[in-house]
């Protein structure tokens, strides 16, 4: 049974999260029996729900034998408790429910290590449930089973969470290896312009890397199809570029998960462009579009330059205006992954950009600067080199920062 409160800060219609809701239960293996909803200023602090509600709930979960209760908001620790033993049933909060789904899609190490060390974390100061997990995670057993009725005495409690501190410990240290690792494969990718795709999970992302790049990404009608970082080479119009596609982001994503999800999300962070991929047909647009920039604020990503793709064209009513539903988030390419419409132009764009920012530039450096003529030489590629009165004149590759660093010598061209 899905609970549900109508709250006066949240994130998006009511109706539409719980719709979200009932699809990521499903997602988690999870058959939806009902959806009970009710407006408040603010949760009871003491149980999430009032007294009446919780017998309204309690009593409704009896007649349709319900055997879990998720919560469409995160709860405190003593909220999930005291919710739980008033209503004698599992309890579990929207952030869990995502955790969980991100646990089981999660196919490589990194993406196994991180949602485990969100869950852990989450799952710390709720105790109760921290045996369960960890004799899950141990087990290889899915998980289920009631936390309180199989509460294990405090001393157990206690090895428990000391050695959930030691796992804790132990995943931030692969992760700090993983990511070491991973700036180094990024940095001697040296020039090749980068872009990233980003958006909401479900708007089709991985079918645009796909269709841009001839790749065979999972993409599929579900919440939380990709949860790795995938990147492909691109070459248009002569111009090499890469594209990665990486996990989709919710509404009110754990914070937990972001964290951990920081080695995933580099690609995003370095990209030289984000692709911003909205699914132009929902009626949640505006709900979604603002859900991404929240995330990409919140890890540091929401400078990058954007650009606006407008996907799923194919899907929009007739009767709508795509070219005014995009000039009103401030315009962009309008697409359609599916039938390749749009797709010309996207690739056009991608080429023009990475050509102005990473094709060659040519640089005139006075001999006296002979440290930058060393630079250039040393972190580019040189195509001629010509010495000249006024110096060494080079026609050059160079990585971004380099090209800031000689920006005094750059020759403009015209
Ligand atoms: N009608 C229509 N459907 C599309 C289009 N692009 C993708 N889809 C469908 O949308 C669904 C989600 O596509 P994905 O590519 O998996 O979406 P994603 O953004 O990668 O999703 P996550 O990895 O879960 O974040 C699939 O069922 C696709 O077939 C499109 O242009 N038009
Ligand atoms: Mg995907």
């Given at each position: ?32 029996l ?45 909220q ?8 004698n ?124 790049t ?40 754990p ?36 859900a ?20 799923k ?64 030489e ?37």
């Amino acid at each position: 049974m899905l609970v549900g409160l109508d709250l006066p800060d949240l994130h998006g219609g009511l109706a539409e999260r719980l719709e979200e809701l009932a699809l990521l239960a499903d997602t988690a293996g999870c058959d939806t029996l009902a959806a009970v909803t009710q407006a408040r200023d603010k949760p009871d602090t003491r149980a999430y729900l009032g007294k009446g509600k919780i017998e309204e709930v309690a009593a409704l979960a009896e007649e349709l034998e319900a055997t879990m209760i998720i919560v469409d908001s995160e709860l405190t620790p003593s909220q999930a408790r005291n919710l739980e033993e008033a209503v004698n049933l599992r309890v579990v909060d929207r952030t869990q429910l995502i955790l969980e789904i991100f646990s089981r899609r999660a196919s490589t190490r990194l993406a196994r290590d991180q949602v485990e060390l969100a869950q852990l974390q989450y799952e710390l100061p709720r105790f109760r449930r921290m045996w369960t997990h960890l004799s899950r995670i141990e087990g290889g057993a899915r998980g289920g089973g009631s936390g309180t009725a199989r509460g294990p005495g405090e001393r157990q409690l206690e090895v428990d969470r000391r050695r959930a501190r030691e796992r804790i410990h132990r995943l931030r240290q692969r992760l700090q290896e993983s990511e070491a690792q991973k700036a180094v494969a990024n940095a001697s990718r040296g020039s090749i312009f980068t872009a990233s795709l980003v958006g909401y999970t479900n708007v089709g992302k991985s079918t645009l890397m796909n269709a841009l790049t001839g790749t065979e990404l999972l993409a599929e009608n579900r919440l939380f199809a990709t949860l790795d970082a995938t990147t492909r080479r691109l070459t248009v119009d002569g111009q090499e570029l890469l594209l990665s596609d990486t996990v989709g982001f919710i509404r009110d994503l754990p914070h937990a998960l972001v964290a951990s999800f920081h080695a995933t999300l580099a690609e995003v962070r370095e990209a030289d462009l984000l692709l911003h991929v909205v699914d132009i047909a929902s009626p949640e647009l505006d709900e979604q579009i603002a859900a991404v920039r929240a995330v990409l604020t919140e890890i540091e990503a929401h400078e990058q330059p954007t650009l606006m793709v407008f996907n799923k064209l194919d899907a929009l009513d007739p009767g709508l205006d795509p070219e005014g539903i995009a000039a009103r988030h401030g315009g962009g390419l309008l697409v359609s992954a599916q039938t390749g419409e749009g797709l010309d132009a996207l690739r056009a764009e991608l080429a023009g950009r990475a050509r102005a920012e990473h094709g060659p530039v040519e640089l005139l450096i006075p001999y006296s600067d002979a440290r930058a003529a060393a630079q250039a030489e040393a972190r580019g590629q040189v195509q001629s080199r010509e010495y000249e009165d006024g110096g060494v004149r080079l026609v050059v590759v160079l990585p971004a920062e380099d090209r800031a660093r000689l920006a005094d010598y750059v020759v403009q061209p015209g």
